[in-house]
């Protein structure tokens, strides 16, 4: 298992994003192995191949394995702890917090590859408030406590790897329309509480950008503002699946938040093909 305290200088400031990778040209890397490879993880396999590398995408089922495979990407079921080299890029993206921690404690009884990039979550945030960035503590709520440990754990094994801060994720048929078409009202809670929202295809271009980077920072938040309110999008979710107006919790009542994504546009996704959020309430 990982020791999941970082101690030097580095790792700490590398946990708060105040550092960047030491350079190193990934866009010629061998191969990509995936670990998770799902709407997005997937996704982000698929564009490995089409920029002409090798990618291997590994799953708990074989459901998607046709796909991948048509695209080109060589499926597996289980686990790439024993199969991945030095050389390799990693891209850790399993769905959940604690199928992450798994991964992770997997891994580490190997070095990390050359490359190693966690999906994580603006989860990680909890309840902030005002301008959030890749600076910004993690929240105190159980969650954010879990996906803070997560990525505690990551950079004890990978001091150098990249940590992606990913928001809600969207398209068409999946994302929290799909949720609440399913559910037939929304999660209880606040009002004034900023939904941070990404489509799966700009996830997947700043997922791509960060495992070839030269020069990476070691975290991102990939999000694309600005994002609404729980009460501004289900507001007018409701209305376009016709359900009853939605019920909320008492209201933060604090500044909702703001997130700084500088860093990746600069880096990873400086157009987003997908800048609105209201793409998020098609159906």
Request: hydrophobic residues 40%.
């Amino acid at each position: 298992m990982v020791d999941s305290q970082p101690t030097s200088k580095i790792a700490l400031g590398a946990l708060r994003g105040e550092h960047r990778v030491d350079g190193a040209d990934l866009s010629t890397a061998r191969r990509l192995v995936v670990w998770g490879a799902g709407e997005l993880g997937g996704r982000v396999a698929r564009r490995w191949v089409d920029a002409g590398g090798e990618a291997l995408g590994f799953t708990e089922g074989g459901s998607r394995h046709g796909a991948l495979a048509e695209a080109g990407v060589t499926p597996h079921l289980g686990s790439p702890a024993d199969l991945v080299q030095p050389e390799d890029a990693l891209l850790v993206s399993l769905p959940g917090t604690d199928r992450q921690i798994l991964a992770v404690n997997a891994l580490g009884g190997s070095p990390p590859p050359a490359r190693v990039v966690l999906v994580s979550s603006t989860g990680y945030y909890g309840l902030a408030s005002g301008i959030v960035d890749e600076t910004t503590r993690p929240g105190s709520d159980g969650r954010a406590g879990r996906i803070a440990a997560l990525e505690t754990l990551f950079r004890a094994w990978a001091p150098e790897g990249v940590v992606l801060r990913i928001g809600g994720l969207y398209r068409p048929g999946r994302g929290p329309l799909a949720a609440l078409s399913r559910r037939g009202a929304p999660p209880l809670g606040p009002p004034d509480k900023t939904l941070a929202l990404i489509h799966y295809e700009d996830a997947a271009t700043a997922t791509f950008e960060a495992l070839r980077h030269r020069d990476p920072r070691y975290v991102y938040v990939c999000v694309v503002p600005p994002c609404p309110t729980r009460q501004e999008f289900y507001f007018a979710a409701t209305v376009m699946l016709s359900l009853d107006d939605p019920v909320f919790d008492h209201p933060l009542e604090r500044p909702t938040v703001k997130y700084d994504t500088h860093r990746m546009r600069e880096d990873l996704l400086p157009e987003p093909a997908h800048p609105r959020w209201q793409e998020a309430l098609l159906p």
